[in-house]
């Protein structure tokens, strides 16, 4: 069973530092890989989707990379502002034929993120 | 482009009531899946659906019943709840290509007393 695994839970950073989220996970035998964000009490916002076949993808300040082979993936914020506070969730989409099979996310719980002015 | 539409944002329930969480796309989208969002456990998927007509049960279906008799909509209804159902439930649509991100609705956050 795929498992992802998010660390640190939680990271405190002053305002302009630039920093690295990590996700893990078990079985490299996935579609792609997703980063989303999620401020307090709303719903989920997709930042970045990287498929199994590219090593990293790019959006502003944001940039993802992904290891497949070591089921590794990083999000690399840049400049970190206060308004970049919040909860990162990384999600896989695994290729199988069972069950709920590549239908299916499976995330991790998530890197609660704060910045300081 | 709405994207995914929840409703309703807010429900507190009975223990013993039914209700129906609505979920609406309008990305013509085949795939759309139902998690719940609960504290140290991550989200975890419900049910699911790959097109009008099918569906399928996820990690976690006890006490939830699905339906999709459109493209667009994909309600999640609770039989009887319970108050381990108090949950945020969140609604997701995809393209039938695996190489497609998910889209997620604002959620639905359920208090079961």
């Known amino acids: 069973k795929q498992e992802v695994t998010q660390i640190p839970a939680a990271l405190s950073v002053p305002e302009g530092e630039n920093l690295v989220l990590n996700c893990s996970f078990t079985d490299s035998a996935i579609y792609n890989l997703q980063w989303f964000r999620q401020d307090p009490g709303k719903g989920l916002t997709s930042l970045l989707l990287i498929q199994s076949s590219q090593r990293e993808q790019t959006s502003g300040r944001l940039n993802a990379s992904l290891d497949k082979s070591s089921g590794r993936s990083t999000l690399y914020i840049a400049a970190s502002q206060p308004g970049d506070s919040a909860t990162y969730l990384c999600a896989v989409r695994q290729i199988t034929y069972s069950g709920a099979g590549s239908y299916q996310l499976t995330f991790g719980k998530g890197t609660k993120l704060s910045v300081i002015p | 482009n709405a994207g995914v539409t929840q409703t309703p944002k807010f429900q507190v329930l009975k223990t013993g009531q039914s209700m129906t969480l609505q979920c609406a796309q309008d990305m013509n989208h085949e795939y759309m899946s139902w998690y719940r969002q609960d504290p140290g456990m991550g989200l975890r998927l419900i049910h699911y659906s790959v097109g009008a007509g099918i569906t399928d049960q996820g990690e976690v279906p006890n006490g939830y019943n699905v339906s999709r008799s459109t493209t667009e909509d994909f309600p999640l209804r609770l039989l009887s709840a319970a108050p381990s159902q108090t949950s945020v439930y969140f609604c997701?649509?995809?393209?039938?290509?695996?190489?497609?991100?998910?889209?997620f609705g604002s959620g639905t956050r359920l208090t079961v007393v």
């Open positions: 997701a649509s995809s393209s039938s290509t695996p190489f497609e991100g998910y889209t």
